[in-house]
């Protein structure tokens, strides 16, 4: 620790550090300590070492000297303390974790932490609620966050796909409630999905595709309900932005590679029945409305009907490429694309720099 100054605290001179988040360290009998921003002390002087993780929100103290910086908590009493703001004054209050967890990731804009149980190597989240307590989730063997960048109306709430120990899928919220009594929000754990699902995952930012028994359907995070029911093969995809009237688009890969598109495309009614399947040409482009839909070719697009009349509307132009679903749409069940922590991989898979970052990934083990 680099000393700073001195100053006197409970009526003793000791050496201090550079503040951080409102909190100091200081030296007494070669050990060290926290005192707050109105010099009042937090946690005794009693530590060899400790550690302000500011990119986890949270500092970690080490009771026996560290034998190695890259697994300090090897052969060592540590404890993690979560630091939380007190809003009444420019300080923090620190709250210590449960014996045996640690973080594994914090959630900054959800101000949320992922912790894993060293012991039962499950994973919970943890949240903070009024006085500087703490809340836990139940634990699971796998977590992932759900992005609610997209969804306007998600009020702060946050959300989780999570595997129980039966590995069935489930959601949970980490949502809040007014307690008119005390005036602020309190958030508990909720089931907002029941666990009965083998895969889950978030396409589009605005759904969940969910299989049960090798059936696929979808869940809109908007509404928080299911706009298709488990009914489409699990193979096939469904386009969720297509769902109207009674119909969702879906699209299959197919094996003969008669034109340039690899994929046979099809209306099916929400009870899993294939009501209208397209020429291998064609490619579904919107759900339908006042009984029409568009689809679209290489060169042109057209509307077609339930029955399946088609009537070419007008030629294509090269630059007429948005919502082109023969594009795969994103699913975060791949691990290459979203933050995973299993407990079976010890959270193996982690972010990648940023999109702009164009150095070498090998130091990742990628």
């Known amino acids: 620790m680099r000393i700073l100054g001195y100053k006197k605290i409970s009526n003793e001179i000791v050496a201090v550090s550079k503040c951080y988040y409102g909190i100091t360290l200081f030296v007494k009998n070669h050990k060290i300590g926290i005192v707050n921003y109105d010099d009042i002390i937090e946690l005794e002087a009693e530590y060899f070492h400790i550690d302000i993780q500011k990119y986890n929100n949270c500092i970690v103290t080490y009771r026996k000297p560290i034998r190695s910086f890259v697994h300090p908590e090897e052969h060592n009493e540590s404890d993690?303390?979560?630091?939380?703001k007190n809003k009444s004054h420019w300080s923090v209050i620190l709250t210590k974790l449960s014996p045996n967890f640690h973080i594994e990731k914090y959630y900054e804009s959800d101000d949320l932490y992922l912790l894993k149980n060293g012991k039962t190597s499950q994973f919970c989240i943890c949240y903070k609620r009024i006085l500087g307590k703490l809340g836990y989730s139940h634990e699971y063997s796998r977590v992932d966050i759900?992005?609610?960048?997209r969804?306007?109306?998600h009020n702060g709430n946050s959300f989780f796909i999570v595997t129980d120990e039966k590995k069935k899928k489930g959601v949970i919220g980490i949502c809040g409630a007014t307690n008119d009594l005390l005036k602020t929000m309190i958030l508990e754990e909720q089931q907002v999905f029941p666990f009965e699902y083998d895969s889950i995952c978030q396409i589009d930012g605005l759904f969940l595709s969910v299989v049960r028994n090798n059936l696929r359907g979808?869940?809109?995070?908007?509404s928080m309900s299911i706009v298709v029911d488990c009914v489409i093969p699990e193979n096939d995809k469904i386009l969720p932005d297509t769902i109207g009237e009674g119909f969702v688009g879906c699209r299959r890969k197919i094996k003969e590679n008669f034109t340039n598109n690899d994929y046979f495309y099809y209306y099916s009614d929400l009870k899993g029945h294939e009501a209208l399947g397209l020429d291998i040409k064609w490619k579904i482009r919107s759900g339908f409305n006042n009984g029409v839909a568009m689809i679209e070719s290489k060169d042109e697009y057209a509307f077609v009907d339930v029955k399946g009349n088609i009537t070419?509307?007008?030629g294509k132009n090269k630059s007429d490429t948005e919502n082109d679903h023969n594009d795969v749409y994103n699913?975060?069940?791949?691990?290459?694309?979203?933050?995973n922590w299993d407990a079976m991989t010890d959270g193996m898979y982690g972010d990648y720099p940023?999109?702009?970052y164009d150095g070498d990934y090998e130091f990742m083990g990628r």
Not at 80 to 84: D, H, K, P, T
Not at 218 to 222: A, C, K, Q, Y
């Open 151 to 153: 969804l306007p109306n």
């Open 354 to 356: 940023d999109e702009g």
């Open 146 to 149: 759900i992005d609610t960048r």
């Open 312 to 314: 070419v509307s007008k």
């Open 218 to 222: 979808i869940i809109s995070l908007e």
């Open 331 to 339: 699913c975060y069940e791949d691990t290459s694309d979203r933050d």
């Open 80 to 84: 993690v303390y979560i630091l939380s």
